[in-house]
């Protein structure tokens, strides 16, 4: 038996949402909404958790910075660390990492001419422990091991929509390859639409969102032809991290069906997305 | 230097080469806050700390006036620039309204986004705006 992906999940992991849990805020009439929407997500995963996340997802000047940047990182270690990120680490579980398949994935990676960069020892920022905390509310250890994939969604030159999407396919047939009884969530993280910096800060557009969401089940293909400019225009600077669903999106099969979708704004200056997806 | 397509988006900083280099030194100012003892070590002296970085003086002055619209337009990325409003423990908000044109106090921010954020309608392109 070789491993199997049984879901691909979106969603943003927008800081303030784990800040909102860690500080016990959530039954605000600020986040009440939110995490009512949340209800029927955790639900589906309480019901479906696989043996390993994939989670693809960003650094944000945590890891990386302008010293040094990759493109697209799998982290093969055996735990990592929440990190540090300029207001002490969030008090959430070590993330237990799952180094054979995260290994595999390079390896398989790498002979598909996708040059991954190896990470030994990464610390992991809220870009990947939120969804955890989205997905698993607040557990004394998560429930799944996780593979991080990191993707540069921050530092220009980024690798294209197109571009992750085809390596959202490699990871699809890496794991279908993958020689043991295993099942695989594949998570793609950030968006949706905002912009944090500059004189247009908190522009949202619903719109755009929306038809990303319904071709990201139909019609993928026209996700992956927008530009880096399509985003930030559209969808402001930081909405680019949408690039990400792409990665998610392309591990799953030709045909998907939606289990769950939201879409709640706005999360500090962000319109807030999730959607579960199952291979039809 | 190379005409960017995303340059006729208004009120925008994109980390790209010309960002990176204008910025580079801020940046990595910003970024040694993820350090505690940075932190402290910033909390006790800005100014003689910051002079550990070769950031410009006027880089320094927006840094010190917490001035976050000049530190991007000195080259600052903003999640670097996160860091020093979680240093001052202020909700990020504060930051974006103050670098929002016109300026936006916290809860004028924070009803703009509660209405549905900034409208995309007129904010696309510069020549949009008036």
């Known amino acids: ?280 | 230097m190379t005409a960017r397509d995303y340059d006729d988006v208004p009120g925008t900083y994109v980390l790209d080469s010309r960002q990176y280099r204008r910025g580079y030194a801020l940046n990595m100012f910003l970024m040694s806050l993820n350090k505690p003892e940075c932190r402290e070590e910033f909390a006790r002296d800005e100014k003689k700390y910051l002079s550990k970085y070769k950031v410009t003086n006027e880089q320094a002055d927006a840094v010190l006036n917490r001035e976050y619209l000049k530190m991007l337009q000195l080259g600052a990325n903003v999640y670097y620039t996160f860091k020093l409003v979680s240093h001052d423990k202020q909700p990020p908000q504060v930051m974006y309204g103050k670098m929002s044109s016109p300026q936006l106090s916290f809860d004028e921010f924070q009803e703009m986004m509660l209405s549905g954020g900034r409208p995309i309608d007129g904010n696309r392109s510069k020549t949009e705006i008036k």
């Not at chain 1, 939110?34 to 890891?63: C, M, Q, S």
């Not at chain 1, 999407?165 to 047939?173: D, F, W």
């Not at chain 1, 009884?181 to 755009?208: K, P």
């Open chain 1, 1 to 280: 038996m070789m491993a199997r992906i049984i879901a691909g999940m979106g969603t943003s992991h927008v800081p303030g949402v784990g800040a909102a849990m860690d500080n016990g805020k959530t039954y605000e009439e600020y986040w009440q909404p939110l995490f009512e929407g949340f209800a029927p997500l955790r639900k589906w995963h309480k019901a479906n958790v696989p043996d390993v996340n994939i989670i693809v997802y960003n650094d944000h000047a945590t890891y990386y910075s302008l010293d040094s940047y990759s493109t697209f990182t799998v982290g093969v270690s055996e735990e990592f660390q929440p990190a540090d990120e300029g207001w002490g680490p969030r008090q959430v579980p070590m993330v237990k990492g799952h180094p054979e398949l995260a290994w595999h994935l390079v390896e398989q990676l790498m002979g598909e001419e996708f040059d991954m960069a190896v990470a030994g020892s990464l610390d992991v920022d809220h870009g990947l422990t939120v969804p955890l905390s989205i997905a698993y509310d607040q557990p004394d250890e998560w429930p799944t091991a996780v593979v991080p994939v990191c993707v540069n969604v921050i530092q220009h030159p980024l690798p294209s929509a197109a571009r992750c999407y085809k390596l959202g396919q490699a990871i699809g047939r890496a794991v279908a390859s993958f020689p043991e009884d295993i099942t695989v969530g594949i998570w793609g993280t950030g968006g949706l639409s905002h912009q944090l910096g500059g004189e247009r800060a908190g522009v949202i557009n619903a719109e755009f969102d929306t038809r990303f969401l319904d071709n990201l089940i139909a019609n993928p293909e026209a996700n992956a032809q927008l530009s880096h400019t399509d985003f930030i225009r559209e969808a402001g600077c930081e909405g680019v991290e949408m690039i990400m669903w792409n990665v998610m999106r392309g591990a799953l099969n030709d045909n998907v069906h939606e289990v769950y979708r939201f879409y709640h704004i706005p999360v500090s200056a962000t319109a807030y997305g999730a959607i579960i997806l199952e291979n039809s």
